[in-house]
């Protein structure tokens, strides 16, 4: 990743909105042309302006003397440590080492990411000490952007002038953030040099930027790693995208498995914040599964405690975690950030939680500063393993495979997108959201009236209903005008009454795509 060289913003008389960029937490956009309808809205001068703008928004937050910043801001006169090829986690985990001779920790840190978007996007991630940035953050370093460029655009660079061009430094991050998770493995096995060594591991980094994992990781640990996959970094994604919710995705993993024998199967997104597992039987370990299983880990180790989840985890999982385990479940909002950010407040108020995590397979754990990273979770499995292994030499995956035993699965398990026209006559002038809202009131209303559903006590997101021995859940998307709609049940038929009691009150509100809900009930 390059960082912006040069004593200004690169001028341009373009006309940008800037705020259109935010993506909640982070910010998105059009990097590179041709795609049809997507013109290019995030060019060098306005990536530099955003770079400029968190430096100026970290001096106002930092009040610092002689700091060091990473990535894209010796415009700003500050100077830059540039890491190259990062993942998102590692990017915060510089805040946060202790490393003079390479000029850490660093106040300040940049992700050029736009994880496993098509390779038009990309985007920006901004860290600090105290985690990532919120949405009220990235809306003010965006305004100060727009400040920089437009006065860029008149010959006007009066706020970048005010200090000097700063120094470029090459530093190889990802050897030192990897060195500490080959250190946590070796810790939990008693310091052993090789505690994996005999276990068959492969890692499918989906062209993204996980590959660090095996050579840096996995290796020095004694795993043996052949079959690992796209491990070159592509941005076209050629094999599959690197996500592990993805069908496909999940299938290249299982088969690579299968084919090369493996007691362990391990997968990235784009960034390595999310990850997922596959045992040597081929069973996959990710969204409510991984969950369960980090549960198990988890409470294990701080027994009682309660688990934080986004909204559309299943009944089952509840079920795992409160009756087989003895934690508590706190099913929140859907979003990683969100969940994150609840689990921090819980602590605040007195009620103990050291793991925060979506189904997505986003996972934060309070012991790695509640920081989402896909390489950590699975270092938290492989911490497992290694202990195990100590009492037994031939153990292979299956003691994680046994953590989630017990777990209740639905045997249909679907989610339907219904979509809100926004220039429908319904809306009568007011938003997708206000229009949205109205539909989930009316839902809970009828369903009050329906003796077989139940809807959820405890509930922060949508509405949730259980009945027909599942559950449903319609909710409000955070950035879209879409109202996602999740069923899962234990059979075709209860999934289909479930849907038929959405569809019985949402064909009230004509400009509400039932397209697909119809489809689904019809099949």
Known sequence: MAAAQGSSVVSSSAKVDFLKLQNGSDIRGVAVGGVEGEPVNLTEPVTEAIASAFAAW???????????LTLGITTAGHDVLQFGLASTPAMFNSTLTEDEINHLPVDGAIMITASHLPYNRNGLKFFTSAGGLNKADIKDILERASRIYEDSSHGSTQELEQASKGEVSNVDYMSIYASDLVKAVRKSAG????PLEGLHIVVDAGNGAGGFFVDKVLKPLGAITTGSQFLEPDGMFPNHIPNPEDKTAMKAITQAVADNKADLGIIFDTDVDRSAAVDSSGRELNRNRLIALMSAIVLEEHPGTT??????????LTTFIENKLGGKHHRFKR??????????????????????????GHGALKENHWLDDGAYLMV?????????????????SKVLTDLVEGLEEASVTVEIRLKIDQNHADLKGGSFRDYGEAVLKHLENSISKDEHLCKAPKNYEGVRVS??????????SLHDPVLPLNIEAPSKDDA???GLAVLTAVSEFPALDITALNKFLQQ
Not at 58 to 68: I, Q
Not at 467 to 476: D, S
Request: charged share 25%.
């Open 335 to 360: 979003g990683y950030k969100n969940v994150i950010d609840e689990a921090i407040r819980l602590n605040t108020i007195g009620e103990e939680s050291h793991l925060a995590m979506e189904t997505s």
């Open 191 to 194: 310091n052993k040099e090789k």
């Open 496 to 498: 289909i009454k479930l």
């Open 380 to 396: 938290k499995l492989l911490n497992k393993l290694a202990a195990a292994r100590i009492l037994n030499p031939n153990v292979g």
């Open 307 to 316: 688990i934080v989840t986004d909204s559309v985890t299943s009944d089952g």
């Open 58 to 68: 970290l001096l106002n937050k930092k009040k610092a003397d002689g700091w060091r």
């Open 467 to 476: 009945g027909y021995g599942g559950w449903f859940l319609l909710r409000l």
